[in-house]
């Protein structure tokens, strides 16, 4: 399983995209969540699940295409 290291967010409320960079921040790199996991971290840092589409993947940048 590919390990992911970023959490983007599209939050409707405040128009606005967020990258988080779980890879290194938590458990020294080696944390891989489940849905249940990034929700709870998600709503921790003030996020509404209902106004939220998010994912979790390796990739740090925006490509155009």
């Known amino acids: ?3 992911m290291d970023y959490i983007w967010v599209l ?11 779980v890879g290194t921040s ?3 790199g080696e944390w891989n969540p ?4 990034c929700e709870e971290f998600l709503c921790d840092l003030g996020h509404n699940l209902g106004n939220i589409e998010w994912m979790c ?8 295409g």
């Open 57 to 64: 993947t390796d990739i740090d940048y925006v490509t155009e």
């Open 34 to 37: 489940d849905n249940e996991s």
């Open 1 to 3: 399983m590919k390990k």
């Open 11 to 21: 939050d409707f409320t405040s128009g606005k995209v967020y990258k988080y960079n």
């Open 26 to 28: 938590w458990n020294h």
